[in-house]
């Protein structure tokens, strides 16, 4: 124990010497004293986060591992915020089965597949066509000899 008997473990990450809530100006000024001395720019918590999840998808994490980690409780937050991760990893992963069976490397998936198109609307009675956007012509019965009845 740090205090002795005055510490309480509160389970925190960034506890005083006597495991209590830190002041964030205080952990501020230590993120910024480490990367100062690490030669880097200046870092969020928040970014660290971001980064060490990131770091923890490339390693090969699944998303419920991830997600336990980072405190979601539902893993499809995680997924929400950190999808492009993983399908990068996913791309990774096929092209390096490729290479390792000598097979010629496909084209990469993108992390957002486009919407498929919606299927044409079909007509409300066999027989009938249909009206199109722009389309002047209403939807009109054909005759038996398969010809529109109002045909100009």
Sequence with gaps: MIAGDRHTDLGLVFPTRLGSYTNHSNIRRLVDQLAE?????????HGLR???????IQAG???VRVANILGHR???VTLRVYAHMFAERDNSDAQD???LYGLPPEPAVPASLP???KPAKKASKPGQRQQKKGDCAKTVPKTA???NEHSD
């Design 97 to 99: 089965a490729h290479t």
């Design 145 to 147: 000899k398969g010809k």
């Design 50 to 56: 971001h980064t060490a999840a990131s770091a923890m």
């Design 115 to 117: 919407k498929p198109a």
């Design 61 to 63: 994490s699944d998303v």
């Design 74 to 76: 539902d893993p499809n």
């Design 37 to 45: 001395r690490a030669g880097v720019s200046r870092l969020t918590v």
